[in-house]
């Protein structure tokens, strides 16, 4: 939000009629300037101002989106240099290139391991994003095959790389309700473009061999009325692109201009041959501030430190990673089984989740909402006392669904021990290892005993 209620202000018809719903003009420009209300709310605005408002309020750097349905790729709307300011909102997509040149069989394989890819961490998914298809053989033919198999046999956002204007659009007529990202597009093909771009309604990689190149081109499509675009500034290794991408980044966010006010796309697959150096670039794009990066390869030992570099880097440093709040049924606990407690603070869950899974003692896991505390902090807040934790037995009716009545809980929270023997009369309170790791020790030795 690039206005502050005062300055909307004054761009208002100041008649305080209150058919936006708001008391008065200066009411509804404060809203506007925290993005509570819209434009749209007062119909008294005259419309060269209404165009200048939206134009003034825009994001700094437009959301774009490529591909459809729930593999959509949105990038962009960056708000911040520094993820430590607020926090970064969409994270970089990474992409695998797939050439033409590729033998059938080789493609198979690689369409094969991408597909397979997917893991799972602290339950969010780690996955890749989109295929990039490069043409490289010279033969039409052969790249339309690629980009018709790629299109038909996976549901991934597409990117299509090709020198050649016609075939570039001619391929992105074959998957346009897909949204693939055409790219490159430079100033000698601009012309050429801006028709086919509006006609498929598909996104714009722009390439220049600079960042000063770009802005002519992103300043013709916008003038055009193209809006959806990725910039690449043409750099050529990852020197320049952290240079470039954070010069676009500050353009963007703090001088306000326009032009370089989109997301961006690198290519560390060009950049270097060894695989090594490659992911470093990838690494190193991705904190800054790549919003695509396309990688050579699908091999997992490459992209498994890059997918949860990602993950740190796109986590919101302002909440800590939580779990949903209940009673986990881990194994197919019965009437016999431990009951285990613990804060919903990620990580606490998946060590202690792990644990138990190791013991292979099935058991009741209760989850505590304690807004991502883990057990200290939480305690001292008053998220994780006895009061809130016999709140939780009773909601989850956890006497119902256990014979005994014993209760272990973290070996950290010692102090909690007093306070559950009152506030949970006849539950015996057993104080559990002080590391998770000791965990399936515990319940294979203390509690089978
Ligand atoms: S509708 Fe427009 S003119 Fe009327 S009070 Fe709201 S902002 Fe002011």
Not at 203 to 227: C, F, H, N, R, Y
Not at 312 to 327: F, Q
Request: with cysteine.
């Amino acid at each position: 939000m690039a206005l502050k209620g005062a300055e909307i202000m004054k761009m208002l018809p100041k008649t305080n009629c209150k058919e936006c719903g708001y008391p008065t003009c200066f009411a509804f420009a404060m809203k506007l300037a925290t993005g509570g209300a819209n434009l749209e709310d007062c119909p008294h605005l005259d419309p060269q101002v209404r165009a200048q408002l939206e134009a003034a309020m825009a994001p700094p750097i437009k959301l774009v989106t490529i591909g459809a349905g729930e593999n959509a790729l949105a990038i962009g709307e960056e708000e911040v240099m520094f993820r430590h300011e607020k926090t970064f909102f969409h994270e970089s997509g990474i992409a695998i290139l797939i050439s033409d040149k590729e033998s059938e069989s080789d493609i198979e394989k690689k369409l094969k391991r991408i597909k397979a890819f997917d893991f799972e961490r602290i339950g969010q998914k780690l996955k890749i994003d989109l295929l990039a298809l490069c043409f490289e053989s010279g033969d039409k033919g052969k790249f339309e095959a690629l980009v018709k198999k790629a299109y038909e046999t996976t549901n991934f956002a597409l990117i299509l790389i090709c020198e050649d204007t016609d075939v570039l659009f001619s391929a992105a007529s074959l998957c346009a309700d897909r949204k693939p990202l055409v790219y490159p597009i430079t100033k000698d093909n601009t012309s050429a473009a801006i028709p086919k771009l509006k006609e498929l309604g598909v996104p714009a990689g722009v390439k220049g061999q600079s960042i000063e190149a770009l802005t002519s081109v992103t300043s013709e499509l916008k003038d055009a009325g193209i809006e959806d675009m990725l910039l690449d500034p043409g750099s050529k290794n990852m020197l320049e692109g952290i240079r470039d991408q954070t010069l676009i980044r500050r353009a963007a966010l703090k001088k306000g201009f326009r032009p370089l006010g989109y997301p961006t796309i690198a290519f560390p697959c060009f950049m270097y041959q060894d695989r090594f150096k490659e992911t470093l670039a990838a690494a190193a794009l991705m904190i800054k501030y790549a919003g695509i990066v396309v990688l050579s390869q699908a091999e997992a030992q490459f992209l498994l430190p890059l997918l949860v570099h990602r993950f740190n880097i796109y986590s919101d440093p302002r909440r800590p990673m939580t779990v949903e709040e209940k009673a986990y049924e881990i194994g197919n606990p019965g009437e016999n089984s431990p009951v285990l407690i613990s804060t919903n603070y990620a990580l606490d869950y998946f060590i202690v989740s792990a644990a138990i899974e190791e013991a292979n003692i099935p058991a009741y896991l209760c989850i505590k909402d304690t807004e991502g505390l883990g057990v200290m902090a939480a305690w001292t807040s008053g998220k994780f006392n006895g009061e809130a934790i016999a709140e939780f037995f009773e909601k989850y009716a956890m006497a119902d669904k256990v014979k005994h009545r014993k209760l272990i809980i973290p070996g950290v929270a010692k102090k909690l021990v007093a306070e559950l023997e009152e506030e949970l009369p006849g539950w015996e309170i057993i104080l559990g290892p002080l590391e998770g790791s000791d965990i399936p020790k515990f319940l294979s030795e203390e509690w089978k005993a």
